[in-house]
């Protein structure tokens, strides 16, 4: 019940076009659902993060989709370029902890072609 | 603004040899410290937390041990180091209770041979 599932694993998307990943988690006590992207090398950043009482938030390319009645949200970044492959790592938070732990997604490796 | 260092940034160590990474946080009080540890093409890991001085919690068994003996400063610790304690090691921070978002570090690549 603590798990957050994450697919695909890997993705491959022409210039230009829409990368879609998703996530699916059981706990209803989650209240907070953020996504990183990780260059090789480097520590995750975070990229956009959701709140469960919308069902949509966009920061300019990059759109989270969520589903509340069916526990899934969905990452989507429209007009993907090459500079966007890196890895891709959704994550939950159980909204009452102090601990502020996330639930991380096992990845998705994102590879745009030019 | 708020920054986090960890170092150092690589690591090569023979086996049975001790290990002491730190994290250290700028620009905030009283955060909550992660270590998390990520093999290579794997997800991430959560090793420990503290929600404060002194204060560890243990994820998972293993041979490495935590400490953090400032506010703002988390240690990550090991008194023999095996092989499959090879991997990139990252501390995270948080300030729970204000907002959730949590931040990384830049890692430290840690090789064991």
């Known amino acids: 019940q603590q798990q957050v599932k994450q697919s695909p694993q890997s993705l491959i998307v022409q210039k230009g076009g829409i990368s879609i990943i998703n996530c699916a988690y059981e706990?209803?006590?989650?209240?907070?659902f953020p996504w990183y992207q990780q260059f090789p090398g480097k520590g995750p950043a975070l990229l956009i993060a959701?709140?469960?009482?919308?069902s949509e938030k966009k920061e300019g390319r990059f759109t989270i989709s969520f589903n509340k009645s069916a526990k899934q949200f969905s990452l989507h970044i429209m007009d993907s370029q090459p500079g966007d492959s890196a890895t891709y790592f959704c994550?939950?938070?159980?909204?009452?902890?102090?601990?502020?732990?996330?639930?991380f997604g096992q990845g998705t490796t994102l590879q745009v072609k030019p | 603004s708020q920054t986090i260092h960890q170092w150092p940034a690589t690591l090569v160590q023979p086996v049975g040899s001790p290990l002491s990474l730190e994290c250290t946080v700028e620009?905030?009080?009283?955060?909550?410290l992660y270590w998390y540890r990520q093999a290579a093409g794997r997800g991430l890991q959560l090793l420990f937390y503290?929600?404060?001085?002194?204060?560890i919690s243990s994820e998972v068994p293993q041979n490495l041990s935590a400490s953090r003996p400032q506010d703002r400063q988390f240690i990550l610790s090991s008194k023999k180091l095996l092989l499959s304690d090879s991997g990139f090691y990252l501390c995270?921070?948080?300030?729970?209770?204000?907002?959730?978002?949590?931040?990384f570090g830049p890692g430290t690549r840690l090789t064991v041979l």
């Open positions: 620009g905030t009080s009283n955060p909550n």
């Open positions: 503290s929600v404060g001085i002194g204060q």
């Open positions: 994550a939950a938070r159980r909204g009452s902890s102090n601990t502020g732990k996330l639930i």
């Open positions: 706990n209803t006590a989650f209240d907070y």
């Open positions: 959701i709140r469960p009482d919308v």
């Open positions: 995270a921070w948080s300030l729970s209770g204000v907002r959730p978002e949590q931040f």
